[in-house]
């Protein structure tokens, strides 16, 4: 056996790949619960008997950064610090950094400018999504990451909690979608 496919079948071992879930998992997962005002909620009990992929998975957060190219999510929110769109890394999550509410978000889109992408992602897709932005503004880090960027790095990897090390907690006036600052 050569040294490479030692390592393929290593690194098997130490995080199994399941590249498609069977359709009753994959309709689960479309089965979380909002709150009333659409921030927040909770996720279906089979993620969490999954073992919340999409949030600790190297794999999982790799194919949501290679979706969020794909799919033009830096057109409006640039590397994370926004654009058209929302930041990611500036402290103020309209819907909440929650899995569910940024689900939510890219399931179903939002109130000006955010547009729904279910009919062209599947529900599996928009989880991996959500997990990697939910890495692009994460505070604390992550044992997981994914794949590195060929090109200049512009901010933090993704797992070292790149909105804590780049937000700025100084003195802030009032933010003008949410009232004060916390």
């Not at 069977?22 to 909620?41: K, Q, T, W």
């Not at 599996?124 to 590195?148: F, N």
């Not at 909105?163 to 009232?179: K, R, S, T, W, Y």
Request: charged share 20%; glycine share 14%.
């Amino acid at each position: 056996m050569s040294l490479a496919s030692a390592g393929g079948v290593l690194g098997y071992l130490r995080q199994p790949r399941e590249l498609r879930f069977e359709p009753p998992v994959a309709a689960d997962l479309d089965r979380f619960r909002l709150m009333s005002n659409g921030i927040g909620g909770t996720p279906p009990e089979s993620y969490f008997a999954l073992g919340k992929p999409y949030e600790a998975d190297a794999y999982n957060l790799s194919q949501g950064k290679r979706l969020y190219a794909w799919f033009g999510c830096g057109t409006c929110h640039g590397d994370g610090r926004g654009g058209v769109g929302p930041s990611f890394l500036d402290g103020w999550w309209l819907y909440g950094p929650e899995m569910v509410s940024i689900v939510a978000s890219i399931r179903d889109g939002r109130p000006h400018g955010m547009p729904a992408f279910r009919d062209r992602l599947t529900i599996e897709q928009i989880w991996q999504l959500a997990g990697y932005v939910q890495t692009i503004g994460s505070y604390s880090p992550k044992v997981a990451a994914p794949s590195r960027n060929d090109d200049k790095q512009t901010r933090p990897a993704e797992n070292r909690g790149p909105a804590i090390i780049l937000f700025d907690e100084g003195p802030v006036g009032v933010h003008p979608d949410q009232g004060p600052s916390p």
